[in-house]
């Protein structure tokens, strides 16, 4: 069993989770596991435990929690969020700890690919004269590329 240093414990951890958007409602958890219970990622990525996550949670483990690589391992399929007696809206908060984790310039490595693809191509993947000569046989539109607004909008910082 691993021990915990008292002093890398954060108080104020789950107040800083519960002003973020989709983390408000994580003070009403008592993690009672019925979210860990029907996980699906849980059940095939044992290190993926949502009850760990709100323990770390609410013990303050911020610095250990957002460099977690099973962060990132939520499928968002909405099921701990539908079983929760507390309406604690679970995949949100996961979706608020990756903001706070890429805030501290923490992310996975497909993260980055992402982001170089969207700036270089304005899409996640290129369309080329073959999909688009597909797209009007089949009576759509071309898709234009246009990186420049995408590269506008990952430029911009808060």
């Known amino acids: 069993m691993e021990t915990i240093d008292l002093k890398k414990l954060d108080p104020d951890f789950k107040h800083r989770v519960a002003g973020e958007l989709g983390g408000e409602h994580i003070r009403k958890c008592y993690a009672c596991g019925v979210c ?18 709100i323990r770390m949670i609410l013990l303050g483990l911020e610095e250990e929690l957002l ?6 391992h939520c499928s968002n399929c909405y099921t701990c ?11 949100e908060v996961i979706f608020a700890l990756r903001n ?19 700036s270089q191509q304005g899409r996640m993947y290129e369309v080329g004269e073959f999909e688009n000569e597909k797209r009007v046989e089949l009576g759509l539109p071309k898709i234009q590329v246009d990186a420049e607004s995408i590269r506008k909008i990952l430029e911009t910082k808060e």
Do not use: D
Request: proline share 11%; glycine share 4%; charged share 25%.
């Open 100 to 118: 706070m984790a890429i805030r501290k310039g923490v992310a996975p490595p497909g993260m980055a690919a992402a982001q170089n693809l969207l």
């Open 36 to 53: 860990s219970a029907r996980c699906p990622i849980e059940k095939i990525e044992p290190e993926y435990n949502p009850r760990r996550i």
């Open 81 to 91: 969020q539908e079983s929760c007696p507390q309406q604690v809206n679970f995949t």
């Open 67 to 72: 460099r977690e690589e099973f962060l990132w």
